[in-house]
């Protein structure tokens, strides 16, 4: 595209439709949160947003009370309105609290108070507990069985207030007189349960009723006891669920009581679930239902009693710090087949993460088997290989003849097609048999991208697939087979493409604590979190300890993300720097450039040393900037010299005067990984960027990268001033791409550009995943480039931020929206003929500073909608 500087056409609205003096909107405490019970923090910040209309805040003023006032902030003269730290007097645990913000705007008039916001804190220490770990009598009669537990116990007063705290070693669902408490799915999640376990908190007051109650809970072994990683037995936290669960009821006359999981409580094996396996799915078995289990009419008097135990252990013991896994959303059949007599396949239409509900016609005493599948075989029967040793097979027996509704519980799949089969013969299926729920950590939808060109949308499609697939309580790197395990390699890749498409800032936060409580003392991070397998050092897959940080912060401005993981960032560091001699890695274990097409095997080409060391160099940079946001001086000059001679030692072995590799086989990764983490010196860059370049032709205008330089490859090329060879990589439709896999049928992102291929069927790798995110990381630079919304590192969370629109390859049109811990930015241009339309839209108080595509001169603008009209 021709860049023309002649003379543009400019307009620019104001937004102006909120009256001076409106209050400010949209409260919420922490990481996001609106109003929560069960809050984890005790020192929590408070973000608003400002009015539509509303340039700039110059002053605020926060108070937060419970019964009387316990911080006034008094005015303060600042523009901060996002995560402003609470300094009251100290909250406690239970404590109940509301606020509210008065805001001065640019001309100095106060807004008024706003509407009050809440929170609740939840039992923020151990010491909160007097209730006991239980767990059933006997030993658990099949390595995945699950229990039921409960008890009754009277209310004899009225109740003006009931909150449920629970938590499980294992998975968990709570009943209270009947009903299911929360609409909560993998309840408490996966944390490194040795060191952390989350709790949940729940406002059970309308659940309770005067007279006899009955709470009850189901217990699954999922990832706590159940198998999970790849060393079986010897792999598990421990050999059986327990609960800990404590009910604190206060009555209008100003009693309370708590009623907590102990010896009191009674235990059976014999319900219906007859297993519950992550990995092998679900075993049910509606003959043994028992019916009012979690009511108050039920006699437990054949139910053996429960072992308690008062030690409540050493791992910490705080609440969730971010939402649960939850149903987001139902998928309908869009294809019915029977490709075998008597085996019906119902195919989503997407591949997709959580489970089927099915509703079918039995008869008493059928077993019918539910099997999963991403994938068909060229017979339309189901590919299941790929899921390797996990069985991922549901089964229900009928109790009785007539429809049935079921789900399972404890397990989850990754599948498009689900297989029925067991009916009797002569049944015809309906497609409203089965539905796809879909489950995954119930984050806020806070980015969108669009783009003129349909497959675009569609890898964008996938992208949100791979994440939503991905984000079931850890960030994974596949759902299906064996494995579903937090790699560190993958999530550091995924991380800045996350963090527009889902409110991902407390999600990432919780993980780096599982991250910071399994670093080894070596100062190495496993890789996998939380650790079930150590594995190999792995640059790339280790630095997910300085990486995610420091683009969650990035992306949100949250310094505290920094400062929590700053000594797990110096150890990462420290591991490097004992493993190198003369500033150089020498020698290391890797997974290397993971998966490049065409390498000698699945590490790569790119060697481990230049990976180490491109890597260690890069970790310390991060470190170095860390210290300096922190306000660490003396350690920000340390670890920046550290960084340069890193770097330094890095470019005199590896590049030579022209720029070009050498000391080692000359691959794509390497110049990318040089160039991205700021490694080669200004004078070697020319040289080095047209061997880049080179090595792109070489491959027929192809990438040759692996997970570690797929991330910025397009970024990088751009970056050299090379748009046009991004925009034909990103558009290329022969193997490897993103449009190849999309051509082969794609609905999600592959482990693999070629997982399937129409002509030669699948890759005959068992390591195969259909639902894979890692190479969805190419959104942050549709994004942040294509459609040109970026965040700013200097001013980070979007105070201030750059658009810069990048038109190029077959696009007429892109636009990114995105909710900011501000208010709504966003960035779209549309290309007709030779004129660009730039649609910028900036939230309040913060500004933007607009790069134009024709070569116009850069702008900085404030708060409202910004339209162009350029020549291109
Ligand atoms: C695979 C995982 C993951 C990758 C590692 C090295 O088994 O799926 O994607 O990070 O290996």
Known sequence: MKLSKATTLFISLHAGYALAGSPAISLTVGEGFTNPIGFHDATPTFSWKLPDGVKKQTA?????????????????????????????????????????????????????????????????????????????????????????????????????????????????????????????????????????????SYDVTSSLKKGRNAIGAMLGTGWYAGKIGFRGESNRYGSQPELLLQLEVQYADGSSSTLISDEDWSSTFDGPIRSSSIYNGENYDANLEIDGWSTAEFNDGSWAKVKANPDLGSAVLSPKPFAPVRVIEEIATQKLTEPEPGRFIFDLGQNMVGYPEIRIPVTKGRTITMRFAEMLNPDGTMYTDNYRAAKSTNQYTAARDGTITWKPTFTFHGFRYVELSGFEKDISPQKDWVTGLVLHSDLPRIGKFESSHPKLNQLQSNILWGQRGNFLDIPTDCPQRDERMGWTGDAQAFCSTSMFNYGSHAFWKSWLGSMRDDQLPSGKIPCVIPDVFAGPDSPGWMDAATIIPWNVYVRTGDKEILSENYQMMEGLVGFYRKKAKNHRIHKISAFGDWLQPYAKDNKGNTPFELLGTAFYAYSTQILADSAKVLGKTADAEKYQTEAKAVKQAFATHYFDEQGKL?????????????????????????????????????????????????????????????????????????????????????????????????????????????????????GQWMYERVAGLAPDPTQPGYKHFFVRPLPGGPLTSASATLETAYGTASSSWALTGRTLEMNVRVPPNTSATIEFPNGREKENVGPGIHRYRLPM
Do not use: C
Not at 115 to 135: H, M, N, Q, V, Y
């Open 60 to 200: 605020y003023r926060v108070e937060v009370r419970d019964h009387e006032l316990l911080w006034d902030s008094g005015w303060i003269e600042s523009d901060q309105s996002v995560l402003v730290p609470y300094a009251g007097k100290p909250l406690s645990s239970r404590q109940s609290l509301s606020w509210r913000v008065d805001y001065r705007d640019e001309d100095g008039q106060p807004s008024g108070w706003s509407e009050p916001a809440s929170f609740e804190l939840g039992l923020l220490s151990s010491k909160d507990w007097t209730a006991k770990w239980i767990r059933p009598g006997a030993d658990l009669p099949e390595l995945e069985s699950t229990s039921l537990l409960r008890r009754s116990f009277p209310i004899t007063q009225e109740v003006t207030q009931a909150r449920l705290h629970v938590t499980a070693r294992g998975l968990f669902e709570i009943h209270l007189n009947g009903e299911k408490v929360g609409r909560d799915e993998f309840a408490q999640g996966w944390t490194s349960y040795q060191k952390r376990i989350d709790t949940l």
């Open 662 to 778: 050498k000391n080692a086989p000359e691959t794509q990764t390497a110049y990318i990984l040089a160039f991205e983490f700021n490694i080669i010196p200004e004078k070697f860059m020319k040289g080095a960027e047209k061997n880049l370049l080179r090595l792109i032709n070489e491959a027929d205008g192809h990438l040759r990268t692996g997970f570690l330089g797929t991330p910025y490859i397009a970024q990088v090329l751009e970056e050299t001033g090379n748009p046009e060879v991004a925009f034909d990589l990103l558009f290329k439709e022969s193997y490897p791409s993103w449009f190849y896999s999309i051509n082969q049928g794609a609905t999600t992102m592959w482990e693999r550009w070629d997982s399937f291929t129409l002509k030669d069927g699948f890759h005959p790798e068992g390591m195969n995943s259909f639902n894979h995110y890692a190479y969805g990381a190419i």
